[in-house]
């Protein structure tokens, strides 16, 4: 595995554990050997985007409690 994919599979561990601080995910880098640049690329643009999501919905969420709150 070149240092170009150990560091693409610590980035998705990182992303993984930017979710909940009370949870530590690690990742055997022998497991994800197989997959090329492209696919852990894909895989952080997928956490990424859940997360831009989960963030959508939090401010949602925010905006209508606020709005009782007045």
Do not use: A
């Amino acid at each position: 595995m070149n240092q170009d994919n150990k560091q693409l599979i610590k980035d998705i561990q990182n992303l993984l554990n930017s979710y909940n601080n009370e949870n530590t995910t690690t990742i055997n880098p022998d497991l994800l050997e197989f997959m090329d640049r492209g696919t852990l690329i894909s895989i952080i643009d997928s956490l990424l985007d859940q997360k831009e999501r989960s963030k959508e919905l939090d401010k949602e969420w925010l905006e209508k409690f606020k709005k009782y709150d007045n």
